[in-house]
């Protein structure tokens, strides 16, 4: 069982930068893939950024590539967002997600979830 508490979240300028954190409590965090995902109003929770247990691959939607890195710590049981030259677009709730295995891509995948954080982006 693993559950997760992200917090970071707020409104920021367009451009400017926040960084969400997500922590984990179960005592296999480090064998679990964590996610990042982000539900706008009225629209699907869409995948954004995945890193593995083992080596710590990463994975990123297109629409955040570049400007977002996703990291984990294992010793603290925490995955960490970092969002820069962040977008009107962006602005949406940010979900921490885990799945035991490898990768996953879509909201199906994951098994645990946090209760999000708000990030708002303002023009």
């Known amino acids: 069982q693993v559950q997760l508490v992200e917090s970071g979240g707020g409104l920021v300028q367009a451009g400017g930068s926040l960084r969400l954190s997500c922590a984990a409590s179960g005592r296999t965090f480090s064998s679990y893939t964590m996610g990042w995902f982000r539900q706008a109003p009225r629209k699907d929770r869409d995948f954004v950024a995945a890193i593995n247990w083992s080596p710590g691959n990463t994975y990123y939607a297109d629409s955040v590539r570049g400007r977002f890195t996703v990291s984990r710590d294992n010793a603290k049981n925490a995955v960490y967002l970092q969002m820069n030259s962040l977008k009107p677009e962006d602005t949406a709730v940010y979900y921490c997600?885990?799945?035991?295995?490898?990768?996953?891509?879509?909201?199906?995948?994951?098994?645990?979830w946090g209760q999000g954080t708000q990030v708002t982006v303002a023009s």
């Open positions: 997600a885990a799945r035991a295995g490898g990768v996953g891509f879509t909201r199906s995948h994951y098994n645990y």
